[in-house]
């Protein structure tokens, strides 16, 4: 009996995206296939005339339970989980009038995108794993991607080849893995206690493009996103240039997100080496970048030119005679601007994005012997809970000066300090092992254009140095954290220098 049952081969077809099932329907059933199925599937592929056993009819039993319980029945997973290389197996099969089943092609509902109890899915991650676990005798299909290349394969081969079986049994355990991880992070998210960090963490990347390297050419690199879920870097549009590196992306990131951290005014980050180099905002694009520019021109050549706004000639005329750039990213680009870029430099890659959306709840970075993990960066505390703590209290235009350099500040890499005015960051002091020498970088590169304005530090100043360096540089205002055992000695030395001091009470160090 099992000999003749084995020449008809099996498919089980159970899908929530549709995408190419009609063509692989029709292509297996060219090829002598039964096809079983049920649900929107069934109705999808008998819709389109070709022939389809229902699940209900295949296994003699009911779906019940509001479609909770439909394949979980031994006819299927006996068929599917069925050694054929051991006779037990096969002996098993024929006493129990059980079908084999040759290929399973499923993927799950989309958790990641409509979480809720009825997307938790029960049957199609069973089916899934039981024959992924019996690759050496079931094919399994999770992607519509790979639908052409089975039908391909089958056609030339009349099986699907050991490597072809093996490779989609990886496909789909890694697929039933990121479903698993998107249910746990629901959990997580939606648990008693959201902003503690939870026991486990259950992370599915998918690689949605190789890059040309790593940090450097030796080291291998690529772009993930986490598995089901749409990342800003999937719409990326890239206009020109040769392909994006991990540094690229990297520091393009961090321009991209500095850019529209600073409310909806025009707006230019310029960055290298993950740090800013430059950051303006202004009335138009042009001057948001010829100011960004001005900050430190010598390490903006090379850089990341960000704008929250669309790019338009003003803005490219100002390029043109500024310092070339290695990226340059905006929402959009006016008529004949990409052009115009383009001939400047051909090897500049011009990027089209859309805003930020929000990013992860957390980070994650890798030690040694494992991971560190924090809640996101971000700013809680805003300018209405400041504490101005000297006897002089900043004007209306210093604190503007103060919020936007604390801004600024907290995109920085520890030790930082910003020197700003007007909405420009002109001096910017980044990754010291000292707050007195980020100072001095940072007064050195604003060269009195600060005199003023702001200085943000990242976190408190434990002696007054600090303070006086502050003052060197000609600011009107300093805002840092708070928070020292010296606190009462620096108040004392910005009050001696009849310069305002705000603390915020939160420390924005970055590494």
């Given amino acids: 009996m099992f000999a003749a049952m084995a020449q008809q081969r099996r498919a089980l077809l159970s899908v929530f995206d549709k995408t190419g099932i009609v063509e692989l329907a029709g292509g297996l059933d060219e090829l002598g296939w039964q096809l079983i199925s049920s649900g929107g599937t069934a109705r999808t592929i008998a819709e389109a005339g070709i022939p389809v056993v229902d699940v209900a009819d295949y296994t003699g039993s009911p779906i019940m339970l509001g479609h909770r319980v439909v394949t979980l029945h031994p006819r299927i997973h006996g068929g599917i989980l069925a050694d054929r290389d051991n006779p037990e197996h096969l002996a098993d099969l024929e006493a129990n009038g059980i079908d084999p089943i040759d290929l399973v092609v499923g993927n799950l509902y989309p958790f990641a995108i409509e979480p809720g109890i009825e997307m938790i899915d029960i049957g199609g991650p069973t089916m899934v794993r039981a024959a992924a676990k019996n690759h050496a005798h079931v094919g399994v299909v999770v992607d519509p991607g790979d639908y052409p290349v089975v039908l391909d394969e089958l056609r030339r081969e009349g099986r699907l080849t050991d490597p072809t079986r093996r490779r989609l049994a990886r496909a789909a355990f890694a697929h039933t893995a990121a479903y698993d991880a998107a249910i746990v992070g629901w959990f997580d998210a939606d648990g008693p206690e959201p902003e503690r960090?939870?026991?486990?963490?259950?992370?599915?990347?998918?690689?949605?493009?190789?890059?040309?390297?790593?940090?450097?050419?030796?080291?291998?690199?690529?772009?993930?996103?986490?598995?089901?879920?749409?990342?800003?870097?999937?719409?990326?549009?890239?206009?020109?240039?040769?392909?994006?590196?991990?540094?690229?992306?990297?520091?393009?990131?961090?321009?991209?997100?500095?850019?529209?951290?600073?409310?909806?005014?025009?707006?230019?980050?310029?960055?290298?080496?993950?740090?800013?180099?430059?950051?303006?905002?202004?009335?138009?694009?042009?001057?948001?970048?010829?100011?960004?520019?001005?900050?430190?021109?010598?390490?903006?050549?090379?850089?990341?030119?960000?704008?929250?706004?669309?790019?338009?000639?003003?803005?490219?005329?100002?390029?043109?005679?500024?310092?070339?750039?290695?990226?340059?990213?905006?929402?959009?680009?006016?008529?004949?601007?990409?052009?115009?870029?383009?001939?400047?430099?051909?090897?500049?890659?011009?990027?089209?994005?859309?805003?930020?959306?929000?990013?992860?709840?957390?980070?994650?970075?890798?030690?040694?012997?494992?991971?560190?993990?924090?809640?996101?960066?971000?700013?809680?505390?805003?300018?209405?809970?400041?504490?101005?703590?000297?006897?002089?209290?900043?004007?209306?235009?210093?604190?503007?000066?103060?919020?936007?350099?604390?801004?600024?500040?907290?995109?920085?890499?520890?030790?930082?300090?910003?020197?700003?005015?007007?909405?420009?960051?002109?001096?910017?002091?980044?990754?010291?092992?000292?707050?007195?020498?980020?100072?001095?970088?940072?007064?050195?590169?604003?060269?009195?254009?600060?005199?003023?304005?702001?200085?943000?530090s990242d976190a408190f100043y434990p002696f007054p140095d600090g303070i006086h360096a502050a003052a060197d540089a000609g600011v009107a205002v300093i805002v840092q954290p708070g928070g020292s055992i010296g606190d009462d000695r620096t108040i004392a030395a910005a009050d001696e220098r009849e310069v305002a001091m705000i603390f915020t009470g939160e420390r924005q160090f970055l590494h």
């Fill in 197 to 456: 960090l939870a026991p486990t963490i259950h992370l599915a990347l998918e690689r949605t493009r190789e890059l040309r390297y790593g940090e450097n050419p030796h080291q291998a690199g690529a772009l993930y996103r986490v598995a089901g879920s749409p990342s800003m870097w999937d719409t990326v549009e890239q206009f020109s240039g040769v392909a994006l590196s991990y540094l690229n992306i990297f520091d393009a990131d961090a321009a991209w997100r500095l850019a529209h951290d600073l409310g909806g005014e025009p707006t230019v980050a310029i960055m290298k080496h993950a740090n800013p180099c430059g950051c303006a905002v202004a009335d138009t694009t042009a001057d948001a970048y010829r100011r960004a520019f001005e900050c430190d021109p010598r390490s903006a050549f090379g850089g990341i030119v960000a704008s929250n706004r669309p790019i338009d000639e003003a803005m490219v005329e100002a390029m043109e005679a500024a310092a070339q750039a290695d990226v340059v990213i905006a929402p959009g680009y006016a008529d004949g601007v990409v052009d115009r870029l383009i001939s400047r430099r051909k090897n500049t890659r011009i990027l089209k994005a859309d805003p930020p959306a929000g990013g992860f709840r957390i980070e994650l970075r890798q030690i040694a012997d494992g991971f560190l993990v924090q809640q996101a960066h971000g700013f809680v505390a805003g300018p209405a809970d400041w504490k101005v703590v000297t006897r002089r209290h900043p004007t209306d235009a210093e604190m503007a000066d103060a919020a936007f350099a604390w801004r600024v500040c907290g995109h920085v890499t520890s030790n930082a300090i910003v020197l700003a005015k007007d909405r420009v960051a002109w001096g910017i002091g980044a990754g010291q092992q000292n707050r007195v020498e980020a100072g001095q970088i940072a007064a050195g590169k604003a060269d009195g254009r600060a005199s003023g304005g702001a200085c943000a």
